[in-house]
């Protein structure tokens, strides 16, 4: 086959757990500098899907349901997480309380393993991802790009694996690159989101250019001086993302190439050219 | 007579130590003015499901959670 052929991959919609998703950004509701601006940011991103978490009510407060009404009239789908859960137990109790308070069975499943780096207890994630898919969850789980770990929690029953870019919160982009295309290339049908690490609509594209599925992000954007206007950038790169990686990258090479052509150059001496 | 009900129990809830007189997880909900769609309940870290609280009776020392939806990444 002539390889400038390209071989472009079809189009076809994101699906999670059987369901078609319009988007390929997924967005948190955390850290934003007001309700207002989180609203604002969620629908300037024209995301599908947020995340929320559960919390300690306090007695006689009612800061939950007045934070759930303002997430419905959204419109949009809602996926908890179990965030600062540190076992299984944890994480799989968590989900459960969510399940009833959100009304859904899908859940962004964490289980940090160490304070400093947010990194996912990958033994005890494991561990509640078949405990949850049992119970009849849709498990999503905050993973690292370890493709062992990956393999174990396909065979607890994650039908989506979201490893992480970066550490939760640093905006450092895809780590490690490798590890990821690796990752990527392996669990070629599997829906594989980019969660955590993104700080700039150029990692959320160069994500998507590699072939990833989708991008959660939440600081990147709820801490821009203008979330609104970073949400709608991060909406732009992934779509350009999503489009280069259906149209077929150029490979890459080491040497120049013209792009013009070289035929009927002016002043062009055979004798000359080497 | 004493009512059943009166008996007070020292528990915690969401960490802090609390004296009680609610018989039953339910009860707890109540009192601490919950509407009852609004939270959901854990005891010594298992889940009870909202139909289950009334009939989830409180001990001594118990570990309640009470939660509620929030923001999140």
Redesign the interface.
């Known amino acids: 086959m002539n390889a400038r052929e390209p071989t472009p991959i079809a189009a076809k919609p994101l699906t999670l757990y059987g369901v078609e998703i319009a988007s390929r950004l997924l967005l948190?509701?955390?850290?934003?500098p007001s309700p207002q601006i989180?609203g604002n940011a969620v629908k300037a991103s024209r995301a599908s899907i947020v995340?929320?978490?559960?919390?300690?009510?306090?007695?006689?407060?009612?800061?939950?349901?007045r934070?759930?009404e303002l997430?419905k009239a959204l419109g949009v789908r809602v996926m908890?997480?179990t965030?600062g859960c540190r076992s299984a137990?944890?994480a799989?109790?968590?989900a459960?309380?969510?399940r009833?308070?959100?009304g859904t069975d899908w859940i962004k499943l964490e289980v940090i393993g160490n304070d400093d780096t947010l990194q996912p207890d990958v033994y005890g994630l494991v561990e509640a991802a078949g405990a949850l898919t049992k119970d009849g969850f849709k498990v999503f789980p905050y993973t690292t790009e370890d493709l062992v770990v990956a393999e174990r929690l396909v065979a607890a029953g994650c039908e989506v694996l979201m490893p992480w870019g970066a550490p939760?919160g640093t905006g450092r982009g895809l780590a490690n690159r490798y590890a990821l295309k690796s990752l990527r290339k392996y669990f070629a049908g599997m829906p594989l989101i980019i969660d955590a690490g993104i700080g700039a609509p150029s990692h959320a594209a160069e994500a998507l250019e590699m072939g990833f599925d989708a991008v959660l992000l939440?600081?990147a954007v709820a801490s821009a001086a203008d979330p609104a206007r970073m949400a709608q950038a991060f909406a732009m790169a992934i779509e350009a993302g999503r489009a280069a990686y259906e149209a077929g990258l150029m490979e890459m090479r080491d040497m120049a190439a013209p792009s013009t052509p070289v035929a009927g150059t002016p002043f062009f001496d055979l004798d000359r050219s080497s | 007579m004493q009512l059943a009900s009166a008996k007070r129990t020292s528990i915690q809830i969401?960490?802090e130590r609390m004296e009680t007189t609610a018989a039953t997880l339910a009860e707890l909900v109540a009192h601490?003015?919950?509407?009852d769609n609004?939270?959901?309940?854990?005891l010594n870290?298992?889940?009870i499901?909202?139909a289950a609280r009334a009939a989830t009776t409180l001990a001594q020392d118990d570990q309640v959670?009470?939660?509620?939806?929030?923001?999140?990444?």
């Open positions: 948190g509701t955390a850290r934003y989180m995340t929320v978490s559960v919390r300690r009510e306090a007695a006689r407060a009612n800061t939950g349901q934070f759930f997430i908890p997480n965030a137990k944890e799989v109790t968590t459960q309380m969510a009833e308070l959100f939760i939440n600081t | 969401n960490g601490l003015g919950h509407a609004a939270v959901a309940t854990a870290g298992e889940f499901p909202r959670e009470i939660v509620a939806p929030r923001q999140g990444g």
